[in-house]
T-cell receptor, first 114, second 116 residues
Framework: IAGITQAPTSQILAAGRRMTLRCTQD?????MYWYRQDLGLGLRLIHY???????GKGEVPDGYSVSRANTDDFPLTLASAVPSQTSVYFC?????????????FGPGTRLTVL | DQQVKQNSPSLSVQEGRISILNCDYT??????FLWYKKYPAEGPTFLIS?????DKNEDGRFTVFLNKSAKHLSLHIVPSQPGDSAVYFC???????????????FGKGTLLTVNP
């Protein structure tokens, strides 16, 4: 049982390039989330999906888009990367779409935009 | 506007002693609180939670206390062990109270170092 996997583990990207961070869970969880972690700012929600086929905006959605075509996958796309998007990105999932339900996090993707 | 505040960026304690990590919140709609623990190069993992209908929840060496009137919660670790050294995030949610119930709001985290 893998839980949540994220790819790539790390990436260096030139500004202006398009990038998709992948996230896959095998727990059949309904809800999935994308967070970014920045030093001194903690974890901030970018986008979320309560169930397959639906998505919503979190606290810092600008510059990011997501899709949820099926239960397992929740990719995060940066259409045109900027240096301020340098961060560690965590994908998470929970069985129930609710903050009170335990969220299971992936190992993260470290992204550097130059 | 930071709704969940962890005002101590770091805390250092001796092995065997008590670690107390504090968290304050401003949103009176929050009624469920969680602590997550994060080791370097790993994703956060759930540690313990508490509902606003309780003022204490205990799980082994970990106890969370909630003071709703003060909008304050704390995580106690007794006794502290070197393996507890990690970043601890406090998080809060309005719970099942409508459209915003899906969002978990995190604090900035506190780095706990337990010295042998």
């Amino acid at each position: 049982i893998a839980g949540i996997t994220q790819a790539p583990t790390s990436q260096i990207l030139a500004a202006g390039r398009r990038m998709t961070l992948r996230c896959t869970q095998d727990m059949r969880h309904n809800a999935m989330y994308w967070y970014r972690q920045d030093l001194g700012l903690g974890l901030r929600l970018i986008h979320y999906s309560n169930t397959a086929g639906t998505t919503g905006k979190g606290e810092v959605p600008d510059g990011y888009s997501v899709s949820r075509a099926n239960t397992d996958d929740f990719p995060l796309t940066l259409a045109s990367a900027v240096p301020s998007q340098t961060s560690v990105y965590f994908c998470a999932s929970s069985l129930i779409a609710g903050g009170w339900d335990t969220q299971y996090f992936g190992p993260g993707t470290r992204l550097t935009v130059l | 506007d930071q709704q969940v505040k962890q005002n101590s960026p770091s805390l250092s304690v001796q092995e065997g002693r008590i670690s107390i990590l504090n968290c304050d919140y401003t949103n009176s709609m929050f009624d469920y609180f969680l602590w997550y623990k994060k080791y370097p190069a790993e994703g956060p993992t759930f540690l313990i939670s508490i509902s606003s209908i309780k003022d204490k929840n205990e799980d082994g060496r970990f106890t969370v206390f909630l003071n709703k009137s003060a909008k304050h919660l704390s995580l106690h670790i007794v006794p502290s062990q070197p393996g507890d050294s990690a970043v601890y995030f406090c998080a809060a949610t309005p719970g099942n109270s409508g459209g915003s119930n899906y969002k978990l709001t995190f604090g900035k985290g506190t780095l706990l170092t337990v010295n042998p």
